[in-house]
């Protein structure tokens, strides 16, 4: 009997203060995208398993999509695949959409995250997590308007 109003995912959500990122969409075998759209896209907040960030493109859902996440310090981007799980306007604020990727699984299977960005989310949540950056409804789950 599933319990009403829990969250139901199972990674908590956390901000890294000033990171970004950037996204290219999985167009097909044959015709990849070589180019990031969107460099500098803010991040709401992150998980182990999933991102939330604002973009001026509506990504549509089940959009396949390459992302590079830059956290302020960090010299190399953390490089992870998703796909897009909701998308809702971010009415009147200079980013128009928030978009919600899903993480593929992680493990050494064609298709899947490599294990180590894994380790790496987890060290961002060990640095960044607490009270002040982890993300409820009540702190901007979704639905909620950023303005940046």
Known sequence: MPEEGLEKRGCVRFRIPGATTAYKKDKSLFHRNPDYSGEF??????????????????????????????????????????????????????????????????????GMNYPGTLVKIIAYEQKFLDNSTIINEDTGGRGSTFSI
Request: aromatic fraction near 8%; charge should be positive; glycine fraction near 10%.
């Open 41 to 110: 896209l803010p991040v709401l907040d992150i998980s182990r398993g999933g991102i939330r960030f604002l973009s001026n493109e509506n990504i549509a859902l089940d959009t396949k999509l390459h992302l590079r996440v830059q956290v302020p310090g960090d010299q190399s981007p953390l490089q992870i695949d998703g796909v897009v799980r909701w998308a809702a306007p971010n009415v009147g604020q200079s980013f128009k959409h928030q978009v919600g990727v899903q993480f593929y699984p992680y493990g050494e299977k064609k």
